[in-house]
């Protein structure tokens, strides 16, 4: 496939129109996908959890060795104008190794989801040919995203005071197929096209944890991501600014069990192009219990990719349960969370199971 061909297949993608049909959410496929989040107890104590990606500083409260997994299934209603279908998911969000490997230094290491790019957007058009309106349907379909793979390290300094900072490599890849379909196949024969698109990227990030008071503890997080570049075989063909972020959260421990946490998070996405705008996006939750914690959230904010002067907005509702396994080796999350996107004229309604397990061997 030719370079020229390949760009108009990706711009293809990045301007299709109304979608009949998608894997991820359709609030991604008119930019550069849909960013990653933290689903449990709305993302609220992320910031404080050491099997987490936000924020490396929390990686002191490592006492062993961890391995973290999760696994998260979608099943989304999307409303358009004229069009209205169920979709579903299935991704594998996170996974993460770490511990400490001296007194006061703790390292990690692993990868989380970045952006989807999975979707099959459909529309229909026409073009005159010889004089002749011939009506024709579009398909675009992408499959794959771009994940973030972390090298991150921790250090305890005092009691109360913990830094870390992280290394950010973003790969990843998807395969694009355009096909072009036409009403009168005795005269046009169907046209397709296929490649495959490969990202590279790199960022940086700190983060600071800071126990205030025997039940108060503060983090603070920010990072900033280079470029996305990607690359049909050897040859650059998109080149996108990626944001810088930062970000704060507070976590509030009243009784031993019983905990609150909220944070909010500001990301420069408009650096990424036309129709990309900045968004902040907030969260709280309440965790309950100490052997099978319960766990309650909620979320919202701005999605960074739309087709109006405003961003997307999303909002969303979560709750979890966790039961702690092997004598304290093992650690079994399930969570459910309920969210809700609109902008544009499109509206989406998203059921979301998620199902994490940590081992401490």
């Known amino acids: 496939m030719t370079r020229a061909r390949l760009l108009t297949l990706l711009a293809c993608a990045l301007v299709a129109g ?13 930019g550069l996908g849909t960013p990653g989040r933290a689903r449990t107890a709305g993302g ?10 936000l924020t490396e500083a929390a990686l002191a409260d490592l006492g062993s060795l961890s391995a973290s997994v999760a696994e998260g299934a979608t099943f989304r209603h999307v409303e358009a104008p004229g069009v209205g279908t169920w979709l579903r998911s299935t991704r594998y969000p996170l996974l993460t190794v770490g511990g400490p490997v001296s007194s006061g230094l703790f390292v990690s290491g692993g990868f989380s989801t970045y952006l989807d790019r999975s979707y099959n957007a459909v529309t229909r058009d026409s073009v005159v040919l010889r004089g002749v309106t011939q009506q024709f349907t579009d398909a675009i379909t992408s499959d794959g995203g771009v994940s973030d793979v972390r ?30 379909n036409f009403d009168d196949t005795t005269v046009y024969f169907d046209a397709r096209q296929t490649g495959t698109v490969r990202y590279e990227g790199l960022g940086v990030s700190g983060s600071a944890l ?5 039940t108060v503890s503060l983090a603070g997080f920010a990072r900033r991501d280079g470029h996305l570049s990607g690359y049909v075989g050897d040859t650059l063909v998109t080149r996108t600014d990626l944001p810088a972020t930062v970000g704060a959260a507070l ?3 009243p009784l031993a069990s019983a905990r609150f946490a909220a944070s909010v998070m ?4 408009s650096r990424a192009g036309p129709n990309m705008f900045d968004t902040v996006n ?19 904010g701005q999605l960074p990719f739309g087709v109006t002067g405003t961003a997307p ?12 396994l092997a004598g304290g080796h093992g650690l079994l999350d399930v969570g459910l969370e309920r969210l809700a996107r609109d902008g544009g004229g499109l509206h989406e309604r998203v059921w979301t199971l998620v199902l994490g397990l940590t081992v401490r061997p």
């Open 282 to 300: 907030w969260a709280a939750g309440l965790e309950v219990g100490k052997g099978a914690p319960l766990r309650v959230g909620v979320r919202g």
């Open 18 to 30: 109304r979608t009949a049909r998608a894997q991820d959410s359709e609030f991604g496929i008119r």
């Open 210 to 214: 800071l126990t205030v008071t025997p």
């Open 151 to 180: 090298l991150a390290a921790a250090a305890r300094i005092g009691s109360r005071l913990a830094l870390g900072a992280g290394l950010h490599l973003l790969a990843g890849s998807t395969r694009m197929t355009a096909t072009r």
């Open 44 to 53: 609220a104590f992320a910031a404080f959890d050491p099997t987490s990606t």
């Open 251 to 253: 976590r509030w421990t």
């Open 266 to 269: 500001w990301r420069s996405w």
């Open 313 to 324: 907005s999303e909002w969303g509702a979560a709750v979890g349960l966790g039961r702690v």
